[in-house]
């Protein structure tokens, strides 16, 4: 090879890579013309967002910011507590489920668990995303459901999925919207559907037969669905199989199908499925249950009785026709009507099953001990009511009455089992949780403060600045004192100052740490700096010229 011809091939690498970054989706010739979200473009290069934000136009402002933030002065500050949707800091538009918007607030709606909205504080009447309503209480949609009906029909399908007769399988990989698994609608940014599958912007055109993407037309680097590489090269799978490594081997057979070690058959050939099990990875994994199953481990295991949808042994989300779950099976009774303090029973006159408080005997329900919630008979209780123990005539509180500080329940005078809200339990001794932190497992952990507050790590905090921090505060325990100032602000005696200018991290005032974006430290001073932009510009346009030139001598 000549050297002219050597140096116009080292020109051209040059110049690609000269241009290209990571967060570039999109390219005309060697320049990035779309930068991925969250960043900007500014003379052919990608460069960060500030935190938080989708949309920017440089490096210090935002238009656009993350769900679950709002826009202020060109940044995204973060919602206020359970807020996921807002305009303000002080205005919040959509709350997480379990709360309400009050006065622009989020505040808890009393509901059960996952509601969004209710009747009364044991009825759902709307649940949250990817939850339905069932018998007042809120159940999770099938897999890959945004919205359903029922456990069994979905409506909508989340992202990368499409729905089909109420269920959501798959789009092909990395597509966003489609109709079909063999169909893509809109791809992923910065890629296109080639029939197959999404690939990135130009990458498939005169790549060899089978294959995806490629460095040139002879070189393949990822094969389409049915084919494994093996030196740049796409050779079949065996029949049947979507994806293997070699010639003799399938990681995964069609749909309905499991690999036996030599093929890919039918569940229910020499590679079937598990017992109770409709679809497999293998004949020892499960992927879907038969009715009246669930899925736990790759294993298929009972649902409670007369129940055809469940997610566990004790749970039970669709009962068989006529039939409704009482928090133990599926019961019908003799016209939906049981003996007295009866859960479940045989006929109108033999209970099978007691409420809680009562003993079954002979078929019937009778009290146990006063204060008792489950017992034997009625001179004997293995469970009292909280906070209470049995003393071998009836339940009392404590031990004599008295159990330890900040105890809600105990097996004696010593020894606590359930602590007060604030604290947390060790060696059966209640112990106090952080300031303001309503429920912890140790004392330098939070997982709930107070409403308002937010744990960072070593206390609860107001979550805002509104909430009644100084100015330019991001974070404060107490009202008159910060512990943590924003961006451009530093700390001193509980109170935020501004940094010097261009600066965008400080411990003082004389000094700066680090610099806006553009600018560098020196002397601890911010100073602009070379402009890195204009000089790739500059580079590139030296090597435009070096290539044409070369090019000039070839031709």
Do not use: W
Not at 19 to 24: L, T
């Amino acid at each position: 090879m000549s050297s002219l011809r050597k140096t116009a091939i080292v020109a051209a690498a040059c110049l690609a890579l000269a241009v290209k970054a990571d967060d570039c989706v999109q390219y005309d010739g060697a320049t990035c013309t779309a930068c991925k979200d969250g960043h900007f473009l500014l003379n052919g290069r990608c460069y960060d967002c500030p935190d938080d934000c989708d949309v920017c136009t440089d490096g210090n402002t935002c238009t656009t910011c993350e769900r679950g933030h709002y826009l202020s002065g060109g940044r995204c500050p973060e919602c206020g507590f359970m807020c996921n949707a807002c305009s303000s800091a002080n205005t919040c538009d959509e709350c997480a489920p379990g709360f309400k918007v009050s006065n622009g607030a989020c505040v808890r709606n009393d509901c059960p668990l996952l509601c969004v909205t209710c009747s009364d504080a044991n009825t759902c009447t709307e649940c949250g995303k990817g939850l339905f309503v069932s018998n007042g209480q809120c159940r999770n949609c099938p897999n890959d459901c945004d919205v359903c009906t029922d456990a069994n029909t979905c409506t909508t399908c989340d992202s990368g999925n499409f729905l089909s007769n109420g269920r959501c399988y798959d789009c092909p990989d990395d597509c966003e919207v489609c109709t079909s698994a063999n169909t893509c609608d809109q791809c992923e940014a910065g890629k296109t559907f080639n029939g197959v599958r999404c690939v990135s912007n130009g990458s498939s055109g005169g790549c060899p037969n089978d294959c995806q993407t490629c460095t040139d037309a002879n070189t393949c680097t990822v094969c389409e669905q049915g084919n494994y590489l093996s030196n740049g090269q796409c050779y079949d799978c065996l029949n049947d199989c979507e994806e293997c490594t070699s010639a003799t081997t399938c990681d995964r057979c069609e749909n309905g199908k499991v690999f036996d070690g030599t093929r890919c058959v039918r569940n229910g050939g020499s590679g079937s499925c598990p017992n109770d099990c409709v679809t497999c990875s293998d004949a020892n994994t499960c992927t879907q249950c038969e009715s009246g199953n669930f899925l736990q481990n790759g294993q298929c295991y009972d649902c409670p009785e007369d129940c055809e949808v469940c997610t566990s042994a004790t749970t039970c989300t669709t009962c068989e026709a006529g039939k409704t779950f009482n928090g133990v099976r599926c019961v019908s009774g003799s016209g939906g009507k049981c003996p007295n303090d009866c859960v479940t029973c045989s006929d109108a006159n033999t209970c099978t099953q007691c409420e809680s408080g009562n003993f079954l005997q002979n078929g019937q329900c009778y009290d146990c001990p006063e204060d008792c919630e489950v017992c034997t008979s009625a001179t004997t209780c293995t469970t009292c009511e909280a906070g209470k123990t049995f003393n071998g005539v009836r339940c009392v509180s404590g031990s004599g009455g008295k159990c330890p500080n900040d105890c809600v329940t105990c097996s004696d005078a010593n020894t606590c089992t359930v602590c007060e809200s604030g604290n947390f339990l060790q060696n059966g001794q209640c112990y106090d949780c952080p300031d303001d932190c309503e429920v912890c497992d140790s004392a330098t952990t939070c997982t709930r403060c107070e409403v308002g507050k937010k744990f960072n790590g070593v206390r609860c905090v107001y979550d805002n600045p509104s909430d009644g921090c100084p100015n330019n505060c991001a974070a404060c325990t107490k009202s008159d004192t910060c512990d943590t100032c924003l961006s451009r602000y530093y700390l001193s005696a509980g109170q935020c100052y501004n940094c010097i200018d261009g600066c965008e991290l400080c411990y003082d005032g004389s000094s700066c740490s680090r610099c806006e974006l553009g600018k560098v430290v020196s002397g601890g001073r911010c100073v602009r700096s070379p402009d890195s932009a204009a000089a790739t510009v500059s580079v590139l346009s030296a090597l435009s010229v070096l290539l044409a030139a070369t090019l000039t001598l070839l031709a």
